[in-house]
């Protein structure tokens, strides 16, 4: 015994393919006109109106196929629309494929009758062949010690984006990531100088990829020189003053093993001077200075300086 199982699909092509194979051919019957846009839009005007109302099988065929039944068993190539619909005065239906320059089949059979009629679409659209424009509006954000946040407006086709630094607004930028969106966070930002960001919309074909974008810039905030010198129960903590600080903060921790904590935190970047008090006599302290700014609402700290030990008086 044959056993068949039939999607929705499969059906109504088994159906049309009965209709279209017992439907006479006649190009004069039916008085159909067409008219195809590049958005993939067919409409079909009928003027027999005795057709209306009635079932009507719609089948479009490719440029390159003659519309045999064959073609129309012929798979996913051949057939770039198929369906079962009331005939009326006027349909409209969207092909699966973008439009091609070529002649199409539009066959419909309706009431015994098969037509079958050539057209092609009135206009291409634009070839996807054109060089993607450079990203703009590309920013660069420092969010902490050596991390700098980029962003850039996104890019229509693009489906990468390749991000390049340097410490130099014109030369010497190297590949240092890509992202996938829009945005990329740069976890080796260089301290104490201004980086230079510069951002590539990625194309399928490389060759189109767009040139770099103009460059963005942040001041990162560079490492202080500190010194410390002991006192009774205090500590003297001075350091170098760090270009674009809006202060400072001085960290302390007990002995080698403890945890730095901040001690005081100095307002104003040409303050390079703080005095540590009620420490304990006679014990060992790390100690080590950041400068910070602001960015927005948020505090920014920059990279610290080297440890110092010192034991108090």
Not at 67 to 92: C, E, F, H, P
């Given at each position: ?128 062949d054109t060089k993607l424009a450079a990203p703009a509006k590309v920013k660069a954000v420092q969010t902490a ?138 014990k060992l302290y790390r100690i080590k200075v950041a400068a910070y700014k602001k960015s927005g609402k948020k ?5 610290a300086s080297k440890v110092i030990q010192v034991k108090v008086k």
């Open positions: 015994m044959l056993k068949s199982v039939f999607t929705k699909a499969a059906m109504l092509m088994a159906c049309m393919c009965m209709m279209l194979l017992l439907a006479n051919t006649s190009k004069a019957a039916g008085n159909i006109t067409i008219s195809a846009n590049a958005d993939r839009t067919v409409t079909v005007g009928i003027g027999d109106s005795s057709w209306y109302g009635k079932e009507m099988s719609v089948v479009c065929y490719a440029p390159g196929y003659a519309g045999a039944t064959n073609d129309l068993q012929g798979g996913k190539s051949s057939v770039v629309y198929l369906d079962q619909v009331k005939a009326a005065s006027s349909i409209s239906f969207k092909i699966s494929t973008t439009p091609v320059s070529g002649t199409y089949k539009l066959v419909l059979g309706c009431a015994g009758v098969k037509v079958e009629e050539n057209f092609s679409f009135t206009s291409q659209p634009a070839s996807v010690a050596t991390k700098v946040k980029i962003t850039w407006n996104k890019v229509t086709q693009a489906v990468s984006y390749d991000i390049y630094r340097s410490t130099s607004a014109k030369k010497n930028f190297k590949k240092i990531g890509s992202s996938k969106t829009n945005s990329y966070n740069d976890k080796k930002a260089v301290a104490g100088k201004t980086n230079y960001y510069k951002v590539v919309a990625v194309h399928n074909n490389t060759a189109l990829s767009s040139d770099k974008s103009s460059a963005a810039k942040v001041a990162v905030l560079g490492a202080p020189k500190a010194a410390a010198k002991a006192a009774k129960k205090s500590v003297k903590v001075s350091w170098k003053k760090i270009s674009g600080a809006a202060g400072y903060k001085v960290y302390t921790a007990v002995g080698k093993k403890g945890k730095f904590k901040v001690s005081a935190t100095i307002k104003g970047k040409a303050k390079t001077k703080a005095t540590i008090k009620k420490l304990k006599s006679k505090t920014v700290i920059g990279k």
